[in-house]
Every structure is written in structure tokens, then in C-alpha cells.
């Protein structure tokens, strides 16, 4: 079943997660299960399982909070250059299934577009360069810039320091569950999860929100037919 068409009308802001939501997640995956414990085997002079071990075992320390997203904190913690060995697979980076489609009809909207991930500012740097959607956003945000992951306790209230957007008149999607249970905690009014972020793994299961499938889906109602209203501009009746 796919999920149902947003309320457009009532909503003003609109925040897309990166890896996993706009972007595929294999690259992601593939990088810290396969690229990263074979790097560490061969620096560290580990087997691959071993390897494969240890990066999941202190990954699984750290789960949640904002090392687990950071770098620097890798790169010290394994002795490895991180960033250098993600710009080796750039050409693994890639949209998926009609993402520019959907944010090309959301931006002739006027609506307020913010991507918003917990991505290392250089990761999302590295992303930004080889996938070309940067320009449909008003703003890119890295959670790393308010000192908090965005499934933090807060989060939501220190975004608004950055960025003065109305939660209950925005929409999230993100592929994360823990970053959608604290979004509608906190206040924000539509949260939509994403089906497949990895096109390899099998899609998600639960159905604790509504799930995108495929963004095209999200598409009628679209296109240049959505009425924008200005600032002082009365909301119509429903
Ligand atoms: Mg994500």
C-alpha cells in the first residue's frame, strides 16, 4: 500500500533526510561492511571477519549519537582515512527511484526546502558534489552544525534556533525510526518513513508511519497545480 498524498496545502516546510531517503543507502552500507573492515584488515593486519567484527562492534557502541555519524571520530578511532575512502566510491552514489522528479515539483511549489542529516558536513559535501540536487534546497543542514543527532532529545527545538520553521505545518521523510518517532514527539506534524532505503536490502516492515515507496507516488496533486499562499494570505477553508 502506498503512502497517502501529503496535505500539501497545509504544509510550509519540507525536510528530507539524505542517506537513505534521497539517496540510496547502498553506498552507505557498502562502505561500512564491506569497504571499511577490508581497509581495517589490511592496515591493522586482522582478518576480514575480524574487521567486519570489531567495526560492528564499536559502531554498535555509539549507535544513536552523533560519533556514529562523525568522521573525525572515526578516523581516530580506526586509524583510517575516512573521508579519503569515501571519495575512492563516489561512483556508488546514487538518487533513488524519482527523487529529482519530486523535488523539482516541491520547489516550483515556493515551499521552504531544507535537507536536513546527520551526515558529517563532509560527508554531506562529498554527497551534494556527485548527486546534484543540492539546488533544490533552500538550505542543507547537518545535524553536526547544532552538536545534536536528530533522534536527540531536543533536536527539533535547537533546529528552530538555525532554521524558524512552524513543526506543525511541516513535513519530514527519513528513513531512520528512531529520527521519525522523536520528529512526531516532538511536534512535527506530518513524518513520513521511506520503504527500501537500500535497493539491495529488503524493505522495511513496520508500518508505525506511512511509508514512501516510490516518490513518484507523492507526485498528483503536483506540479505547478498546488496553490502557494502568500504570508498574509488567509488559509482557505478546508
Ligand atoms: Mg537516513
Redesign the pocket.
Known amino acids: 500500500m502506498s503512502a497517502p498524498i501529503p496535505p500539501w496545502r497545509h504544509i510550509d516546510t519540507i525536510l528530507f533526510?539524505?542517506?537513505?531517503?534521497l539517496l540510496d543507502l547502498h553506498f552507505d552500507n557498502y562502505f561500512w561492511r564491506e569497504l571499511v573492515p577490508r581497509a581495517y584488515s589490511a592496515r591493522h593486519g586482522l582478518s576480514r571477519e575480524d574487521a567486519l567484527a570489531l567495526v560492528q562492534q564499536k559502531t554498535d557502541e555509539v549507535y544513536g549519537t552523533l560519533d556514529w555519524y562523525c568522521l573525525d571520530f572515526w578516523a581516530r578511532e580506526l586509524d583510517l582515512e575516512i573521508a579519503a575512502l569515501k571519495r575512492t566510491i563516489t561512483g556508488k552514489i546514487s538518487l533513488r527511484p524519482n527523487v529529482e522528479r519530486l523535488l523539482r515539483a516541491l520547489w516550483d511549489t515556493g515551499k521552504r526546502m531544507l535537507l536536513i542529516t546527520n551526515a558529517h558536513p563532509a560527508s554531506l559535501e562529498i554527497k551534494m558534489n556527485n548527486a546534484d540536487i543540492a539546488a533544490y534546497f533552500h538550505r542543507c543542514i547537518s545535524s553536526h552544525q547544532l552538536h545534536l543527532a536528530k533522534e536527540g532529545h531536543g533536536f527539533w527545538e535547537k533546529l528552530r534556533q538555525l532554521e524558524p520553521l512552524d513543526p506543525s505545518r511541516a513535513i519530514l521523510f527519513?528513513?531512520?525510526l528512531p529520527v521519525l518517532r522523536r520528529a512526531r514527539q516532538e511536534g512535527v506534524a506530518h513524518v513520513y518513513g521511506i520503504r527500501k532505503p537500500d535497493s539491495r536490502r529488503p524493505a522495511l516492515t513496520h508500518d508505525e508511519f506511512p511509508m514512501v515507496g516510490d516518490f513518484a507516488d507523492l507526485l498528483p496533486g503536483l506540479g505547478g497545480k498546488v496553490k502557494v499562499r502568500s504570508q498574509n494570505e488567509p488559509e482557505p477553508a478546508p
Open positions: 533526510d539524505m542517506d537513505g531517503t527519513d528513513d531512520s
